[in-house]
């Protein structure tokens, strides 16, 4: 994998320097209304890379305002050809800024840019994907049982005005499983991105300008949750969220959303878990089971954290993962060698490490990682090398939590039965891997697991025509799919009567 350019990476630190990024409402590139704005750092060297304008209530209201006035305007008249149209075009356009894009999130995140690259094409096959969807987006006609000589059909139209809160671990995919059902099926958007990441979904903004999206369809206002999100979760004119998080912050939009009983999806954590069994392919299922649980420093939201291992082949599994973990190359994203990246701020750095140190007291056994990685090159970045615990118990915090970063917890199991219970036994249920050569015991697991996904010999595999979401704590509601399409409109009922003549 080749090196990005450096010569476009001085080019986005230049433009990134020149002066506060604003942000988009109405089609109009503007500031905030109270001035605020807020700092976005380089989490691999704690450099400053941008001021960025920081929305408040003001500003939710005016992009709120416009998504509406976009929504009973010129968007709401448009054919679905025409918006499948823009898609394709914003597609297009994403395909030859991608490396572009691609850089912006791992200055922004850390993610490696191998990381990002990798993503290139399952992001847009979902943008094409939802192209596709904007014109095949049917009703239903129905025969009445209960009366004669009416015609009764149904007809599906989009919910309104979307708010999407988007997290910081996937900034551009964020935007993209956001923007692309509200693209097709006729809604418009604010979308806040995190504080932590704004630049990314800041350049789709452009790109979907640029594609001719209209004025006021997409609406981009960083900020900080409890102000920015706040608002727009609570807000009146907002007919869904569509969010991505944690938990706490989820049950925070649910009570905002009493106020006029606007629609939810929520995506929500995990503490996902991933069983090996002694018949599996233990050579593929090592390196698997270490990125199931180190993709992006750990911060994935369905990573397989909690690893149980059949007790026959436990003791060399754990070991094997271990020693992949420590061959692991930690460092700064841009280096296309890197595997591993910095977590996104001091501050969750902080946190995870607080994970580490609980592991250790409440009794596990720390077998590879478990601090900062040594050198000078690594002193200023929010690095943690990846970090595995053996002898893990099932009420052990590192084994309930979610951590977000590259925490991995071993754990022996000794039947089929016991470890369905024990993956259960967790108020999450996004994900869930099983690694075994029996066919029977594969379709058994599938079926009982509590997860929104389940993948058999692999882990974490996405694909834009199948969904993607979260038993119990993990959420409501689908990513990908026509199922999310669903989340997005409402359906009439409609009869009519006549008389033959």
């Known amino acids: ?93 994403v395909e030859a800024h991608f490396e572009e894009l691609c850089i912006l999130d791992t200055l922004d995140m850390g993610a490696p840019i191998r990381h990002t690259r990798g993503a290139k094409d399952w992001l847009l096959g979902l943008l094409r994907y939802y192209a596709g969807m904007a014109t095949a987006l049917y009703g239903q006609t129905v025969t009445p049982s209960t009366t004669s000589d009416i015609f009764a059909c149904t007809v599906r139209e989009p919910v309104g005005v979307v708010g999407a809160i988007v997290p910081w671990n996937g900034p551009l995919i964020a935007s993209i499983w956001k923007a692309g059902p509200v693209l097709a099926t006729g809604c418009t958007l604010v979308l806040k991105p995190s504080e932590e990441a704004p630049l990314s979904p800041l350049r789709f903004a452009e790109l979907a300008l640029q594609a001719g999206l209209p004025p006021g369809v997409l609406n981009v206002v960083p900020g900080y949750g409890h102000d920015a999100g706040a608002a727009l979760a609570a807000h009146p004119g907002v007919d869904k969220i569509a969010f991505t998080g944690s938990v706490p912050t989820a049950q925070a939009i649910m009570r905002a959303a009493a106020g006029n009983l606007k629609r939810l999806s929520l995506e929500l954590g995990g503490k996902s878990p991933n069983i090996v069994f002694a018949d599996a392919d233990l050579e593929a299922a090592v390196p ?90 690594l002193a200023a970045g929010s690095y943690l090398a990846p970090t595995v615990f053996g002898e893990v118990a099932d009420h052990m915090r590192i084994a309930r939590e979610e951590i977000f970063g590259p925490v991995l917890a071993a754990m022996p199991f000794d039947s089929a039965e016991e470890v369905l219970a024990r993956a259960n036994a967790s108020p999450y249920g996004l994900g869930a891997g099983v690694w075994t050569r029996d066919v029977g015991r594969a379709h058994a697991f599938a079926r009982r697991l509590q997860s929104g996904s389940v993948w058999i010999n692999c882990y974490n595999v996405l694909d834009p025509a199948l969904p993607f979401g979260g038993y119990k704590m993990s959420g409501f509601g689908h990513e990908s799919g026509t199922q999310q399409l669903e989340e997005y409109m409402q359906v009439k009922g409609v009869w009519i009567a006549g008389e033959m003549r």
């Open 1 to 93: 994998m080749h090196a990005p350019d450096p010569g476009l990476i001085a080019a986005i630190k230049t433009r990134l320097a020149a002066g506060p990024q604003p942000m988009l409402i109405g089609g109009d590139w503007t500031q905030a209304a109270a001035g605020q704005t807020f700092d976005s750092h380089d989490p691999a060297t704690g450099e400053r890379l941008a001021s960025v304008a920081r929305a408040g209530s003001e500003d939710i209201d005016r992009a709120v305002a416009a998504a509406r006035a976009a929504f009973d305007g010129p968007w709401g008249r448009m054919r679905p050809a025409e918006r499948q149209r823009i898609l394709l075009r914003l597609a297009d356009l």
């Open 288 to 377: 698997a089971a270490a990125w199931a649980a180190f993709a992006n420093a750990g911060q994935v939201c369905s990573a397989g954290t909690r690893l149980f291992v059949e007790r026959a082949v436990h003791d060399d599994f754990v070991a094997a993962v271990a020693r992949y973990a420590a061959g692991l190359k930690v460092g700064s994203g841009l280096d296309p060698a890197t595997e591993i990246g910095p977590l996104v701020s001091p501050r969750q750095l902080e946190r995870v490490r607080g994970y580490v140190a609980a592991g250790e007291e409440e009794g596990a056994r720390l077998l590879a990682g478990g601090d900062r990685p040594t050198g000078a090159a």
